[in-house]
Every structure is written in structure tokens, then in C-alpha cells.
DNA sequence: GACGATTTGGACAATGCTGTCTAGAAAAAT
DNA sequence: ATTTTTCTAGACAGCATTGTCCAAATCGTC
């Protein structure tokens, strides 16, 4: 037996996760870049620098390979997202400046970075045949983030720096207006320069506080 | 010859006409079911009834028939727009109703619709492998889109309507609040009722005024 | 250094798809 | 009615891909 004790049964020690993560990256880059029906796994497993055949000791299957990705990818952006969430500016010293920052990190942390733009585009590509994987994704990702958002939202109009009558809709405007400027973009594969990021951000957030700021 | 004076060269009559058409319905469909590499020529040839063969006489490659599929579609969906924009309310009675009553349309026979979802869908699946093709979407589609819309906005700020400062960046949000409730569900597929269009627009709408209504 | 586990690279059958070709049926044009 | 064109259905070669198998090389551990 080659098993450590602190490592359980399943799981022999050292190379063996480290290409399991680069059969899972590159994996992620070969079926965005492709989909999922024009990957192949010879691409994968050259990619990350590894034999076809280890491709299928770690995942077994194209489609379970495809599966680990999903999960991987929507695990890791959940994560981000309420990292940068719990950056929310509760007590705003400028509310403006301070909520652009926020929308800054969101643009650049969560949507556009590369995380972001993959896992938007296998829900686009794969979605629809898959439901039962992305109904998961929904409910963790987009689900929770709008209800937590909205609850910042409540929480700041509830200390008199924001005028709201439905901070659910706010949520979800307020996520409308940051990627209003840049989905086109996104969807064609551009690179999103800080600049742009930064800019999209502004101006997604003077016209938030033009319709529910304190005036 | 089987040709007719009044047709031209390469265009034999009746029912030929009809197929091409047909095929291209189903190459839609199936190719954004399957994405391009997923979708076969014998699954587009038995959705549009037609031998195999017919679509090869018809568009003569798999990729010659995507970028005719991306083509009609890119042409249609620009078409719908420009005629929902052509009622643009220049002369509104009520601003607020008459703009969720253009945002509704714009949702239902442009966004929502098959055209726009499949549009969307092929996008963001080849865009990246098809540059060329969808750069010259996004000029016709999105770039006209926008500085049309602009240009309507500034009118109506001209009148006394709104208060703009910058027209551009106000055209692109209207747009962006009006999807911010339905591009997860599009992303997956879901099918949008006449209710969920009308409140999204109603949102959307009321939050533009708020931001940019006179008070 | 010896052991067990993992990895490699290559061969392999099975499958599916593209694009071509054929001969005959069907449809349109004359 | 005849002729020309298009359509069909199927066969076909060529190629790519999936997933399995195996012997030899490699790696980590004892």
C-alpha cells in the first residue's frame, strides 16, 4: 500500500492531485474553447501534459470529466462572489465611490475574470442539456447572490443611504447596469481592460444612486 | 434549360426555393440544440425532410451552411429591431407607459423571441471561432441598436422629457435593466411568458425614470 | 535498493460523421 | 409527352474519436 495515513483510502499522495488539476484546467480551457462535443480528450491530455490514459484513471469518462468541470468551475465562483460580497460597503463613508469599488472587484473578481466568462459560456453552451447540473448552479450562484444583495441594499436604505421600495429589483438592476456596457463584449470573447471595468462600474453606479439614492 | 427569365441564373423555382428555406430552419434549430460540432448533417437533412444529399446540393458544406444560418438569423433579428424601434414613443402621452410598452415589445419579438435566442446562442458559442462573422453582427446589430436608441432618448430629452447628460451610456442601460431579470433564465432556456416580459419591462422602465424622468 | 502504485505511449475495435457517388424516382419545364 | 433538372436512398471511403488493454517506464515509499 502506498497511502498515507492522514490521506483517506482513495486518494494516493503527492503527483497524483497535482495532475488531477491540470487534467481538470486544461479540461475547463478545452471544452469552453470547443464545447463540449468538438473537445476531445487527446487535446485535453496534452494540454495538461499528461497521458489519454490518466485522463481516464482520475475521471473515468468524457462526460464525468465534463460534470467535474462544471462543478469545479461553479464551486469556485460562488466562492468569489461572496468574497467579494462581504466586501460590501455597510457603512459607506462616500457611498458613490465606495459602491464603485465594490462593483470594480465584482466586474473584475467575479464576471469577467476567467472563471467567469467560462462557466457563463458552458451554461450557454450546455445548459439545456444538462438542466439538473446548472438548476444547481442557479440556486447556489444567482439565487443567493441576488436574496444577499438585496439584503446589503435593505440594510443600507434602512440606515437612510439608499430610497428603496424593493430591494430584490434593486439587486438585480443594480447587476443589469454593471454588465449593461460590457456583455456584448463578453459574449465575443474581448479582454475586458481595467479601464473599461472601471468605467462600466461608474456608470452603472451614478445612475443606481440617480434612482435610488438619497437626494 | 429549366430557367426562368425572370430568375435569376442559379435559382431553379418551386419547391427548391422551399427547401433551402426549410433547411435553413432546421440547421438553425439543430445547430443551436447541438452546437457546431454536435450537430450532423443527417440529424439537419431528417428536421427539415429533405435527403441528405439536398443539403449538400443547397449550401454545400457544413460550415458554408452555419454561416448562412448565422447570416439569415443575423439579418432577421436586426430587421425586428429596427421596426420595434421605428415606435419608439417620440411623442409620448404617458412616458411611463408608453416605455414599458416599447421595452415589451423589444423584449418579446427581439430578446426573447426564437430568432434572438438562437442568435444568442450561436454567439456565444462560435463567436470566437467565427470572428469575421459576428464582427459584422455586432456593427449592424448592437452598434446601430444603440446609437439609434441614443438618438431617441436625446430627442425625447430635448423635448423636456428626460434629463440626460449622456444619451449613449443612458440607451445601453435602458437595455441592460430590461434583461437584468431574464438573462439567467434565457441562459438556460427557460421559456419567458407574456407576464414575466411585461413585469421585467414595468421594472426596468420605472427604474429608468426614476434615474432620468423629470421630477 | 525493492516494492507497489501510477503513468506512459502505443495499439486496438467500435462507432459516428463528412462528403462523394450512384442509379432510379419524382417534379418542372418545354 | 418529352426532356431536363432536382430529389432520394443508400452505399462508400476516409477520417476522427472514444474507451479499453497492455507492457514498459517512472515515481514515491519503505
Redesign the pocket.
Known sequence: ????DTIPDNC?????AA??VSILEAATDVFCREGYA??????I?AEA??????V???H????KLFIAVVRALTERTNAGIFATLARFPDQPQDLESDLTEFAVRLNRNCICNSDGKHLRKLIEMEGQRYPELFAGWREEGPGKTWTALAARFARLAHAGHLELDNPDIAARQFLGLINAELDVSMALGDKIDEHRARSAASNAVRTFLRAFGRH
Do not use: C, L, W
Open positions: 500500500m502506498a497511502f498515507t494516493p499522495p503527492r503527483t497524483h495532475k488531477r468538438g473537445a476531445n480528450i487527446d487535446m491530455a501534459g499528461v497521458s489519454r490514459q490518466t481516464y484513471n482520475h473515468g469518462d468524457k462526460e
